[in-house]
């Protein structure tokens, strides 16, 4: 190590070179790097139900549905004017890029029709497309029309008469989500007016919405930066102090940017999070630096030469920045397990941006520490350090020399207790209704709840009905067991419906029986149904039937109606579907398939984070451990690491299930990320211990000069980071201030516990790896 | 002080003691670190699912059939073999088992522990405990269409039931063994009434009356004197002599000689073209009540001399198959099943609890 520190130092000037050449070769791919989200991004490719979904999105609903609801303000739609205005957007919908114009739904569309029996058979017409209703008496025709189909009047005209639906799908590869949302909102807002009211949800209106905060997240990283700015330079009071950290932070971000986008992932929004956390890493082991080399400055007395003293600070802190970025790297890594692109993307871009702050701060900061000219003076006179710093250092050192050190031990001890209780209570997906992204008053959940309130809910889920035998779906067995499944499901309070072929023959069947309700049954063999099915195609266009069963009648499609998108909603209804798979297997070689649309992927989505959620926790610290244990030749050394990890992480979740904060997809990554990184502050302080204990000090006397120095590092950074993770309460996604506060609370755990936890457990168990036999 | 530590702490290392903590310290991080690696590769967490409650009469169910033995006891039957029970006048209902899948068409009793139900496929069932076991009669079929409609039961054990292939079976031991008391003819017979002794008279398809004067030996066609041919769903006698026949497109037909000739109703004071599917004497009103689809209902006097209509709710027009007349209002079932009350005019749907 002392080699490797003294050839850096001596040619530096190569170092330098290399680092500037590299950043400069990566500024460019950096800067021009693709910022969107890709709902498909979220699909774990390999589950079951992504490939259901997959196989059958265009015809039976994918997961880019946008929703329309037009709500009357003053009595129900059927007037003229509301029933233009929904003409109007039906209409307008067609000028909506990469819209599929043969997916759209609307009572004043094509696809919504009327069933009616003639002398000819069944005749079926959109109920007014392409002309409205001419007078009262046609409007009023138009209603019952519509009070007599259950296909419409539930589905697309609410039950109280005073709001209608309108969806519309995508083509999903010549989507994007800005265009959409944009569009969207204009076609609503141009018909909106003191007689309606207009809600739009649907996929990519969220992300839309994501997108349309990305000034604002731009502004709040911004103004992050510059209160962490500000703080360093306060109680740093040097321009190396304030400036170096600010380096290796925007260093290892241009370098883990560049090497991203040629490697051909794109930065997702959601995400900036995790990069805030990751450069908080780089940044505060610029500061273990910077710290270290003002210590090894005052050491040198009058004989200053930053060179030296820089090369003393690499030398020593080598080992325990090295293992911190490689415990680190090597936690996140382990979310790469999960089968979701958008985590292997992510876990990617974690491990070179992790791997980027090994040059940027362990190497570059005390390579340019190494150019101080004056190291002694300072910028400013205020001095936080007597006023502030040291005394509370001071006070982290009374602790472990007197009993208190019994009463840290004892109140982790009941934080762990109290902590593990309630972290058991963490949910999987999302713990609210509505979108978890946005806050409960956002204009899009307000739309969405004002939806699902009037509709039997705006969220689809469809399963798949068959297998490989031509004309299955005819079969009255598989037909009866689809009617079966659907009354078993709708049991669900939170299903407000469900809707498959099964639905229509009865009505077809009823409709050729003059209308008498006894019949209103399926055929008694497939070849009844078979006519019915053919009757109902007949009298309407071709294609009308794809969204219940493809065109050789060997899958048919249920979708199912979600009024929210909970965890425990789409659990349950996953385990209810299941239990009627167990009790009715195969009929008529017909299996039932789950699960695609929205609510089909994210229960996909939950399940692979449900079952990865103890992998990736106990792999990572798997992980954690023999990288101590190697490091520092010691069993003991693995556990003694755990400590702060795992109290960290169980505050956190604690945390996360008071505030019913459920683990989804974007919870993941930083759960993960805070085991490898809870651990770097523990290693600065026991490292630092460890050698001085080496030098010939005392134990208490190791602890406190430790303290002092690694322990200023770690609390300076920690208030920095902390106050500047605050500017994220106050951001318009949700999303990203929760996590702000779970970054903000675990940074504080991590801090304290290496502050007071770590020294008083080496001093009352004086484990051999930190205090050795000395020679 | 920090010197006292380290000399109690390096004397601390002789004792024996010390040495078995020892072992156990270097063991146990191993262990930890199998177990870690064990939960990493083989715990799969496992999740709690919320428990959902079956209500008694589901969103989807069709409920074809009604009987009331009184005010309290009230049998139900419907799509996919259901059969429920209240014994407290439908506030909550118990699921009874009746081992079919066939939907069940309508339901009749004797009494609180005898009756009957019949369905598609020409499903006959017969309970005498209450409905605790419910079994499938014998009864003749032909194969192609043998849905039965309607049944109806008569004091003696005796029992009417009519359906497809203008089927007509009749019973006098409590439906345990059943006779075809007429030819098969390809038309739809959709309800039955027995007048006295000898007259039994059934309606269905096309307008068909059919009467027999003997007990169901001869039967014989009654012409109505209407060009509507709407087919005839149900009817109800308020006494030997005058009763009312309702059926399609809002047709209603009257008789005054006991079912020989057939008037149509002059439809003056009121429209209707809808389906009628039942039709109830109200005996304690002294009225007539119709129900259909739509959910249309219709009340008329004794005479029918004044008539009123109108529908159970403004936007919920759920279809109904039959009704019945009990001290509170009218019992009317469907796709959806509740009580009418004319007094209020006002529609209420029967609990949905499910006991047992």
Redo the contacts between chains.
Sequence with gaps: MEKFALACINKRKIVLAIVFLITLILSYPAFKIDVKTVFEDLQPTSHEYIKTHEQFKNTFGGTNIISFMIVAKEGDIFNMNVLEKVQGITQGLLKIDAINEFQIYSIAGKKLKEVKASTEGIESKPYMWPNLPKNEQEIDDLKNAI??NPLV?GPYVS???KATLITVDFFDDLLNYNLAYDQAYELAKKYEDGSVEISVVGNPILYGWVNHYLPETMNLVLMGLAIFLVLLFVINRTWRGTLLPLISGAVSAIWALGVSDLLGIHFDPLVVVIAMLITARAVSHSVQMVTRFHEEIDALGDNVCSRRAACVTLRDLLRPGLLGIATDAGCVAVVAISPIPLLQKLVVLAVVWVSTVAVSSVILTPVLLSWVKKPNAYAHGLNLDLALIRPFLNLCVRVVETRARYAVLGIATVLFVVCGYYSLGLK?GDANPGSPILWPDSEYNVDSARINEKFPGADRMFVVVGGDRQNQAKEVEVL?TM??F??YM????EIGGTLSIADILPEVNKTLR?????Y??LG?NSLVNGELMYMFENAAEPGDLDRFVDTNRENASITLFFTDRKG?TI??AI??INQFIAENPIVQQAKIHLAGGVIGVIAAVNEVI??G????I??A??IL??MC?VVYRS??A??FF?VPVILSNLVTFAFMSWQGIGMNINTVPVAALGIGLGVDYALYICDRIKSEYEKGN????AISVSLHCAGRGVLVTALVLIASVCVWFYSSLRFQAEMGLLIGIWLSVSALSALFLMPSLAYIF?PKFIFSERN | ???N??IN?AADLNKPSIKIKNTV??V???A??GA??W???F???T?A??E????AI?????I?GVHLVDNDNIWLCG??GKILKSNDGGRSWIIQQSNT?H?L?DIAAWDANTAIAVG??GVLLTTTDGGDTWAEMDVPKTGVADKL?RVHTYSGGEAWAVGEYGKILHSDDYGKTWTQKRENEDVILNDIIKLDNDTVIAVGEFGRILISMDNGQNWAEVETQTDNA??L?ALDFKDELEGVAVG?DGLILRTFDGGMSWQQSTQQDYEMHE?L?DVVWDNSRKGWVVVG??GVWLTADESFSSIEAGSFDK???S?H?EVESTEQGYFTV??NVGLYDPESKIFTKTGNKLVR
């Design positions: 009070l007599k009047y039950k109280d008469l999987v009866d009617l079966r659907q009354a709708e049991a669900q309070h003059e209308g008498n309700t006894r209103q049954e008694s425990e659990q349950t385990a209810r449900l079952s959620q103890i992998q990736s106990a792999l610290l798997f451990v023999i244990i069993s003991i693995g556990m755990m005392s134990y208490l006397d004086k | 002080m920090s010197d530590y380290c702490s310290i270097s146990v991080p191993w930890i670190v870690l690696l939960a990493g590769i715990v799969k967490p999740v699912i919320e959902v409650i079956k209500p589901e969103t989807r169910d069709k074809y799509n996919y899948e939907h068409q598609n496929e409609l709407s087919s769903m399609l389906h599917m689809n739509k936007v919920d027009l279809w198959t469907g796709a």
